[in-house]
């Protein structure tokens, strides 16, 4: 069993849909939660960036933690084209000599149609 | 967030030869990382690289294959050698930074096919 599991997808939706992505855990020492998008033939751009438990909103996208469950949701509100992408999420226990060492899940790749 | 640039952006590669990809960072950073994101995969670490250190491998990741500099806290570089079909992928860089958001900002990435 992976460590994070995010299901691949590909995840179709029309334009102005809401959008649910979603991972599981298994390491309860994780704290830091983060989503990255990875547009094609580009690198991880940090979407939201959440710690502990609860929500954080920024602007279409709300992130959620669900530390109970080990459970995280990204949701993007009134979806558009420009969100068709993969979506990572990753996560972290905190900073150690190493650093803040992420594990990442195997990403969803999100298709929004106009 | 730091601005991060690599070079080169692409590149094809026959099959024995090695090739140096390098990072650059528009402010200091202690820590530095090399990922290998493989056609369809999620990123895989290949190993942490600190200033004025050896870098730390990942397992399955050795240093003769994939040797790293770290001159300086604005730069790195990872060479991947005497290189095979199998090593045709994107490898990424990333540093982390310190304040509100800490955590990993990634570079735009080399993509490497190996003939």
């Known amino acids: 069993q992976k460590e994070v599991e995010q299901d691949p997808g590909p995840l179709s939706v029309p334009e102005g849909a809401i959008v649910s992505l979603n991972c599981t855990y298994s390491?309860?020492?994780?704290?830091?939660f983060m989503w990255y998008r990875q547009y094609s033939r580009k690198g991880p751009e940090l979407l939201m960036y959440?710690?502990?438990?609860g929500n954080k909103e920024d602007g279409r996208f709300t992130a959620q933690v669900d530390k109970s469950s080990k459970y995280i949701s990204l949701f993007i509100r009134d979806s558009q084209p420009s969100d068709s992408a993969t979506y990572l999420c990753a996560m972290s226990g905190g900073f150690n000599n190493a650093g803040n060492m992420l594990t990442f899940g195997g990403g969803t790749r999100l298709m929004v149609k106009p | 967030s730091a601005v991060i640039s690599q070079k080169p952006s692409r590149d094809i590669c026959q099959r024995g030869t090695s090739l140096t990809i390098q990072c650059q960072v528009d402010?200091?950073?202690?820590?530095m990382f090399w990922y290998r994101q493989q056609p369809g995969q999620s990123l895989t670490l290949i190993a942490t690289?600190?200033?004025?250190?050896?870098?730390?491998?990942e397992s399955g990741f050795v240093i003769d294959k994939f040797p790293i500099s770290r001159p300086n806290l604005t730069f790195s570089t990872l060479t991947v050698s005497n290189m095979s079909p199998e090593d045709s992928s994107i490898y990424l860089c990333?540093?982390?930074?310190?304040?509100?958001?800490?955590?990993?900002?990634f570079g735009p990435g080399t993509r490497l096919t190996v003939l």
């Open positions: 690289a600190n200033q004025g250190s050896e870098a730390t491998y």
């Open positions: 402010s200091q950073v202690t820590m």
């Open positions: 959440t710690y502990s438990s």
């Open positions: 990333s540093v982390e930074t310190s304040g509100a958001t800490d955590t990993q900002y």
């Open positions: 390491n309860s020492a994780f704290q830091y």
